[in-house]
């Protein structure tokens, strides 16, 4: 009795130690995987903006946690079924049963790691996701106050947005202060215009990304192209305004439902109405029926894992992706019917969860039943059976 309990420590430590190593390095690369989307257009930022590296990389930084809610279910799955694979395959699952351990007992070690991705995941959920998108837009707007800065733009033509030419004199970088300021102003193809002036400054609504400069005496010249008129007007006071995000890789700056967190979409959802409400209120119920899709996932990938024969070192990755992808179709599935019949939204996140949860549960009761229990083993042959030659 004790040599099975040592032998069953001794287990817990040696997969704990294999599932977390697997683990982590799938994470990163499904992480990066994804992060990869958005470098293109960062390294645009670097190569035509001049924006510093050091604002990339906190970019990419603050673009992993709205990831991080599909890698690291993924990588928990990729990890699991690899490693129990890999015990099948080379027979360390029958000398366990020969030692007299219970099959069962695997998932100790399995739902330990489980437990700890599920806090994982409902922290970046619930909290980081929302912190890393205000992080994320505050990145840009600096970014966006870099590419029009004044202070080190003086006596320059500075063309970073797009159709507009802005030229300052003289900068009072204490009182923030310009004078000598030429805008030309090309956006509208239908006409032309340049402002001129002899002071202002400048100023930039962090929320919208506006840019206005607040102008004093100045005029403004404008060509109209279709009509062929030229107009000229001499102003004491006038306000150019102009949007930053033209120069910035992502445009949108409202925050997304996924990208709340509970007190934002509690407060969006008493506020909204009809679909919007619903959208809500599936969002508040998904920071938590996501990470809890990890429980059904120890039920499942235990017996799949066990159960899985000597396929190919790619099989895993395969049988991991094709229960993820089902899950998450399953899950739109589940909202498109929510959203039409206006089922309960507690029940149309949960859902996907219970049925993957019963199909665990059932396979796992046949973890240590040798003849019965053969419900993969049935499918697989079903699909490798070869066409019976015609009579």
């Known amino acids: 009795m004790k040599r099975v309990r040592f032998l069953r420590r001794k287990l817990y430590f040696y997969l704990l130690k294999e599932l977390i190593l697997l683990f982590f390095l799938s994470l990163i690369v499904f992480t990066f995987i994804l992060v990869m989307s958005r ?25 992993c946690p709205p990831f991080l809610a599909f890698t690291l279910p993924m990588a928990f799955l990729l990890s699991t079924v690899i490693v129990l694979g890999r015990l099948s395959s080379e027979n360390e699952i029958l000398a366990l049963k020969a030692s007299g351990v219970n099959l069962m007992y695997l998932f100790v070690p399995i739902s330990v790691l489980g437990v700890a991705i599920f806090f994982a995941g409902f922290l970046n959920n619930s909290l980081l996701l929302s912190k890393s998108s205000d992080a994320f837009r505050t990145t840009l707007v600096d970014i966006a106050k870099k590419g029009i800065s004044i202070e080190d733009k003086e006596g320059i033509f500075n063309d970073t947005i797009p159709g507009v030419v802005i030229y300052i004199d003289r900068v009072d970088a204490r009182n923030k202060a310009l004078s000598g300021i030429v805008i030309s102003d090309d956006r509208d ?3 032309r215009q340049t402002v001129t002036a002899e002071t202002g400054y400048v100023n930039v609504d962090t929320d919208t990304l506006d840019l206005s400069f607040k ?31 033209s120069i910035l890789p992502n445009r949108e700056f409202r925050k997304r439902p996924y990208e709340m967190d509970i007190n934002e979409l509690r407060k969006a959802f008493s506020t909204s109405k009809g679909e919007d409400r619903y959208e809500f209120s599936l969002e508040i119920y998904k920071k938590v029926s996501v990470p809890f899709s990890i429980f059904a996932f120890v039920l499942l990938t ?29 899950s739109a599935i589940m909202e498109n019917i929510g959203k039409v019949y206006e089922a309960s939204p507690l029940l149309v996140c949960f859902a996907p969860n219970i049925i993957f949860s019963a199909a665990g ?31």
């Open 189 to 191: 193809e239908a006409a």
């Open 39 to 63: 470098l293109g257009k960062m390294a645009d930022l670097v190569i035509n903006k001049g924006v510093d590296f050091k604002d990339i990389v906190m970019l990419i930084a603050y673009s």
């Open 361 to 391: 549960i059932y396979l796992a009761t046949q973890l240590n039943n040798e003849d019965k229990g053969r419900v993969l083993d049935k499918l697989r042959g079903l699909w490798e059976r070869p066409y019976a030659p015609a009579d």
């Open 215 to 245: 102008l004093k005496n100045g005029s403004l010249q404008r060509w109209e192209k279709q009509a062929e008129a030229y107009r000229s007007l001499s102003f004491k006071d006038y306000t150019f305004s102009l949007n930053l995000a």
């Open 302 to 330: 235990l017996p799949l894992g066990i159960k899985r024969k000597t396929e190919g070192r790619l099989s895993g990755v395969v049988y991991s992706l094709l229960i993820f992808i089902c899950y998450y179709i399953l």
